[in-house]
């Protein structure tokens, strides 16, 4: 049993969800988190009530920063990673960067890993990837030192957004769309993988600086629909229809969803023909990296945590 304290400010998202059944497998027992998503706070109570949660708005100070008092390490995981409005991702991304900042040079925190984004070296010119530059920025200007890990497209339990949704709505329809050509290359992460990188930090304090932390196989979007179709079982067919209407559904979505799964500045970032580094992450961090199929068996096969969905 291990009782130093990990507070996860942004815990209840994807990776957040993901990392704390490996923390708790690996001997964690006082684990904190801080997340202002109520729904997904709960479902990460039901599941784990001997986790500390907390529901607070990161980018508000307030009470919240107790729970930074004598921990061992801060995982800094709150991010915006959807949405229509340009101040949403300046505040979660930025802001609530700044506030987690504060509490960790307050208390002296001696470990800190930051949860970056690859996007910080893509071609996209998006809200996303603008408030994550900003972000990455104020992490590596505070001084404070710690490992920044930049990870691709992420998917694993619990997965709202991506290859979850997409998934899920294969599963629903007769037709899976497809945009263009659909030769569009991915590097798809697998959250398990990464939740064990992120301990490796938590646990090696001679892991610092930066990292492109990518899927160890590129795949083309259409195959990687190919083989999520396998893993679920979905009986859609997938058809290529042209961009330019497949760009026209997505806007005529956004004006009756102010909150769309998928968004026209997604599939710009999906067409930006990014190739990301692929490191050596399994040797750097100890950390073996599973087949991609194996990854998305073990996504959707899981008895509880694959039928859980997160909100977005």
Same mark, same amino acid.
């Given at each position: 049993?291990?009782?130093?304290?990990?507070?996860?400010?942004?815990?209840?998202?994807?990776?957040?969800?993901?990392?704390?059944?490996?923390?708790?497998?690996?001997?964690?027992?006082?684990?904190?988190?801080?997340?202002?998503?109520?729904?997904?706070?709960?479902?990460?109570?039901?599941? #784990?009530?001997?986790?500390?949660?907390?529901?607070a708005d990161l980018a508000r100070t307030? %009470?919240?920063?107790?729970?930074?008092?004598?921990? #061992?390490?801060?995982? &800094?995981?709150?991010?915006?990673?959807?949405?229509?409005?340009?101040?949403?991702?300046?505040?979660?991304?930025?802001?609530?960067?700044?506030? &987690?900042?504060?509490?960790?040079?307050?208390?002296?925190?001696?470990?800190?890993?930051?949860?970056?984004?690859?996007?910080?070296?893509?071609?996209?010119?998006?809200?996303?990837?603008?408030?994550?530059?900003?972000?990455?920025?104020?992490?590596?200007?505070?001084? &404070?030192?710690?490992?920044?890990?930049?990870?691709?497209?992420?998917?694993?339990?619990?997965?709202?957004? #991506?290859?979850?949704?997409?998934?899920?709505?294969?599963?629903?329809?007769?037709?899976?769309?497809?945009?263009?050509?659909?030769?569009?290359?991915?590097?798809?992460?697998?959250?398990?993988?990464?939740?064990n990188i992120i301990i490796s930090c938590?646990?090696?304090?001679?892991?610092?600086?930066?990292?492109?932390?990518?899927?160890?196989?590129?795949?083309?979007?259409?195959?990687?629909?190919?083989?999520?179709?396998?893993?679920?079982?979905?009986?859609?067919? &997938?058809?290529?229809?042209?961009?330019?209407?497949?760009?026209?559904?997505?806007?005529?979505?956004?004006?009756?969803?102010?909150?769309?799964?998928?968004?026209?500045?997604?599939?710009?970032?999906?067409?930006?023909?990014?190739?990301?580094?692929?490191?050596?992450?399994? %040797?750097?961090?100890?950390?073996?990296?599973?087949?991609?199929?194996?990854?998305?068996?073990?996504?959707?096969?899981?008895?509880?945590?694959?039928?859980?969905?997160?909100?977005?």
């Open positions: 049993m291990n009782s130093q304290k990990i507070v996860l400010p942004g815990g209840a998202g994807l990776v957040g969800q993901n990392l704390i059944p490996r923390l708790k497998a690996r001997g964690y027992t006082d684990l904190v988190v801080v997340d202002k998503h109520q729904h997904n706070l709960e479902v990460l109570a039901k599941l #784990h009530p001997d986790v500390t949660c907390e529901l307030g %009470d919240w920063v107790r729970h930074f008092e004598g921990a #061992h390490a801060v995982v &800094i995981l709150q991010a915006q990673i959807g949405g229509l409005k340009a101040d949403e991702f300046a505040l979660n991304n930025e802001t609530a960067t700044e506030n &987690i900042l504060q509490a960790i040079r307050r208390y002296g925190v001696p470990r800190t890993v930051h949860i970056s984004s690859s996007v910080v070296e893509s071609v996209a010119d998006d809200m996303y990837t603008k408030s994550k530059k900003r972000q990455e920025k104020m992490v590596l200007d505070s001084g &404070i030192p710690c490992p920044i890990l930049r990870p691709t497209l992420m998917f694993g339990w619990f997965d709202r957004k #991506h290859i979850g949704w997409l998934s899920r709505f294969m599963k629903k329809v007769p037709v899976f769309p497809i945009p263009g050509h659909g030769r569009y290359m991915r590097q798809p992460l697998y959250a398990g993988d990464f939740s938590v646990e090696n304090h001679s892991l610092n600086g930066t990292y492109n932390i990518s899927g160890q196989e590129r795949i083309d979007y259409i195959d990687l629909i190919q083989a999520v179709k396998r893993a679920t079982s979905a009986s859609a067919i &997938i058809l290529k229809i042209p961009y330019s209407l497949f760009y026209s559904l997505l806007s005529i979505w956004a004006i009756f969803d102010s909150d769309p799964p998928f968004t026209t500045e997604q599939l710009a970032a999906l067409t930006a023909k990014d190739d990301f580094e692929v490191i050596d992450w399994p %040797d750097i961090f100890g950390v073996p990296s599973t087949p991609l199929q194996d990854a998305l068996d073990e996504t959707f096969a899981h008895p509880e945590y694959s039928k859980v969905v997160l909100e977005f």
